[in-house]
């Protein structure tokens, strides 16, 4: 009796053990696909969309919106970047660019990509996205 007693106590510590010891596995954050500016941007009327652009804010180098936009279709809501896993000093990511569409129309969103500096430049790159409110 106590030969099945101890026995079945090391059974149970086993058990518990192997559950103590394992860990759920990391979840990937979701994969976001860069939009692309040869595609027209569809949303409805009173939506949010996005657009998302490969960026490195942590070298200074930033993107802004160029041109003021269409107030009658869309309005900027807000934008956050999106490190790349791992996130290290240095290592890049997409920036993730929210608008609301307004009232039905066609717009462009035009983003530069300033390098870093106190003094106004010219930025080095710009991106055009073509909006159609519906």
Request: hydrophobic share 45%.
């Amino acid at each position: 009796m106590k030969k099945i007693l101890t026995l079945l106590i090391f059974a149970i510590l086993l058990f518990a053990c192997s559950f103590a010891n394992a860990t759920e596995a990391p979840t990937a954050a979701p994969q976001l696909d860069i939009s692309d500016p040869a595609k027209i941007l569809e949303a409805a009327a009173g939506s949010e969309f996005k657009i998302i652009i490969d960026s490195n804010p942590t070298t200074g180098y930033h993107w802004e919106i160029v041109d003021e936009l269409d107030a009658n279709v869309v309005e900027f809501v807000s934008k956050d970047f999106k490190g790349s896993e791992p996130v290290i000093p240095g290592s890049g990511g997409v920036d993730v660019w929210t608008f609301k569409a307004l009232n039905a129309g066609e717009t462009l969103i035009t983003l530069g990509y300033y390098p870093p500096s106190n003094d106004p430049v010219e930025p080095q790159q710009t991106v055009t996205f073509t909006v159609t409110v519906k």
